[in-house]
């Protein structure tokens, strides 16, 4: 039976809640809990403790309450509005489903489909926040090279023909100044098939479909500068031209095959154990569509989103 006592100023009874949910405010110099009233059926009074809702259970409130963010668009197919749904959505501020003690995301489930991120090995798991202090639900995830962090998708993805993918990043260059290797898209079992940064000098993008088939992007000097430190950026195919665009401006238009893409891991490429990405994920998407219609709606939304993160 819960332990209960009396108040001093009254026969009203105080609930004993877990101390550590408990809210307090200072009164008069003393530290004392916030109580609110409530009255049973026989009349007698009882004050409640007010205690925080812990951290898990908002984060599952907030995957289950997908608001605008991001779901389906309507585009112009072929002169007719369609209904265009994505593949997945993973968005940091619906929250992640499991956090371990020491504040790393063990899984990251899907706001829109049934997808999810996770890492089984604790060691390679990103953090909530930079360097871990951040909140669940508040902070986007933080991948460290040096911890050698990525995410491994339960069901793979094969965008096919035109698509739309989405993400909003923080690259990390683990020395100033020198952006390389901000490993994002990777297939497990295929070195060959994955979308960076940095891969080769002067070069900033990199699609590859294989050893025989891939699209960089050329830059003056040998390494990619960001348009900004956090930056939303937008990968779109189309027949067989490839869009980039960093915060809603393109930067690149190149010629692209038309292999499918295939990709199961964000933050690594194939079974390469180091490098690995260097910085935060708040947001990714993707939509077997070539997207026009919305574009910049979706684009702006997206970054709005992720400029209220904390931590």
């Known amino acids: 039976m819960r332990s209960i006592k009396r108040d001093k100023v009254s026969p009203r009874l105080i609930k004993q809640d877990a101390l550590k949910n408990n809210v307090y405010a200072t009164i008069d110099g003393v530290l004392q809990p916030i109580v609110y009233d409530t009255i049973e059926p026989d009349g007698m009074g009882n004050k409640n403790n007010v205690y925080l809702t812990p951290e898990d259970r908002l984060a599952k409130r907030k995957a289950a309450s997908n608001t605008k963010a991001i779901s389906t668009v309507q585009e112009i197919v072929g002169g007719t509005a369609t209904l265009v749904s994505p593949e997945f959505v993973f968005d940091y501020n619906k929250g992640y489903a499991e956090v371990t ?104 993008y990199s699609l590859s479909f294989s050893s025989s088939s891939i699209v960089l992007v050329s830059i003056t000097g040998l390494y990619w500068k960001p348009t900004t430190k956090k930056l939303l950026i937008t990968l779109q195919r189309s027949g067989s031209a490839l869009y980039i665009r960093e915060n809603g401006v393109q ?44 574009l910049e709606d979706l684009e702006q939304s997206i970054i709005k989103q992720a400029s209220l993160a904390k931590g």
């Open 101 to 204: 003690s020491g504040n790393n995301i063990k899984t990251w489930l899907a706001s829109f489909s049934r997808n999810q991120l996770s890492q089984s090995d604790e060691a390679l798991r990103p953090d909530v926040g930079l360097d871990g202090r951040g909140v669940n639900g508040f902070s986007p995830a933080y991948f460290s090279a040096n911890n050698k962090d990525y995410m491994t998708f339960n069901n793979s993805i094969t965008l096919s023909g035109d698509f739309t993918v989405f993400l909003y990043v923080e690259p990390i260059p683990e020395v100033a100044n020198v952006h390389t290797n901000h490993r994002f898209l990777g297939k497990s079992d295929d070195a060959d098939m994955y979308f960076s940064i940095g891969e080769y000098s002067n070069r900033s």
């Open 251 to 294: 930067v690149a238009s190149e010629t692209t095959p038309i292999t499918d893409f295939t990709f199961n891991q964000f933050g690594r490429i194939g079974g390469i154990t180091s490098p690995t990405y260097n910085g935060s994920l708040h947001h990714i998407s993707a939509y077997n569509e070539y997207i026009s219609t919305n």
